[in-house]
């Protein structure tokens, strides 16, 4: 994966088949500290100790459409070659939270990516899904919550066309907004 949208993208959906309800995705970009940092917490089946060894394990996966689980193998060795770490906490029965960070001026960082394009096909993916993507940068934040989102919709479900094309367009403009700051 070259972005770390894509992380997100698999992470996330590791979540929603782990049976959760809600997804919260947190990027902080800490220019000062040279840190970027990503979350996701689910509110899934979680794993137990054996489980978060084999997740990370390229030879395993619980995916049936091939035999290997290059995702997190993957964003952990992308961390470590820019200087940051990864930790994977998990709690049967309570959810998992990835927390990875890497060195945000590192030349092997990955770019991050279209987090609109991510956040969109997750929405479209799994609808019944509550998802809270927040961004910070510079002091400054950006936040979307589809069960905000949901609430001023009223009966008009999420996953219509001009509903997604506007939260696209509401990520995008958050994104420009935060990167304006530097």
Known sequence: MLELSKHILDIAENSIRAGCRKVL????????ADTLTLEISDDGKGMNGDEIERALDPFY??????????GLPMLKLAAELTGGSFRMDSQEGRGTTVNVTFGHSHIDRQPLGDVGLTMVSLIIGSPQVDFVYTHKKNG???RLDTR?????LGDVPIEHV???SLIRSDIDQG???LSATE
């Open 25 to 32: 995705i947190t990027v902080i970009e800490d220019l000062k």
């Open 61 to 70: 996966t619980t995916k049936k459409v091939r035999r290997v689980g290059l």
């Open 140 to 142: 400054r934040q950006y």
């Open 148 to 152: 905000d989102i949901r609430r001023e």
């Open 162 to 164: 001009e509903v997604l």
């Open 175 to 177: 994104m420009r907004d």
